[in-house]
Nanobody
Framework: QVQLVESGGGLVQAGGSLRLSCAASGRTSSSMYMGWFRQAPGKEREFVAAISYSGGVTSYADSVKGRFTISRDNAKNMVYLQMNSLNPEDAAVYYC????????????????WGQGTQVTVSS
């Protein structure tokens, strides 16, 4: 019943910025804690950022802290990931995910996933 669709990925130069968007639909989507994960070829899916329902609590991976910002607009059922100062290590498929209960950085604790959006960083 819950659907997540990511958008906003693309090709950027090192040092550039992108904003990813996640559109959530479904009856219970507004009650979920949301997160962003990424997966590069040959690597495990890793945590990027997460946010509580109200947006008052956020969590970030050390690798993106200070560069990425997660936010949400519950009136629009949207979640965003603002990515600044991108470097080639940030290149990956980025996934939006939803979880009921507690904010979490573990992908196995999320119940709903989008299809992913590709981010490529050139240098």
């Amino acid at each position: 019943q819950v659907q997540l669709v990511e958008s906003g990925g693309g090709l950027v130069q090192a040092g550039g910025s992108l904003r990813l968007s996640c559109a959530a639909s479904g009856r219970t989507s507004s009650s979920m804690y949301m997160g962003w994960f990424r997966q590069a070829p040959g690597k495990e899916r890793e945590f990027v950022a997460a946010i509580s329902y109200s947006g008052g609590v956020t969590s970030y991976a050390d690798s993106v802290k200070g560069r990425f910002t997660i936010s949400r607009d519950n009136a629009k059922n949207m979640v965003y990931l603002q990515m600044n100062s991108l470097n080639p290590e940030d290149a990956a498929v980025y996934y939006c995910a939803g979880r009921r209960g507690y904010i979490s950085s573990r992908p196995d604790q999320y119940n709903y996933w989008g299809q992913g959006t590709q981010v490529t960083v050139s240098s």
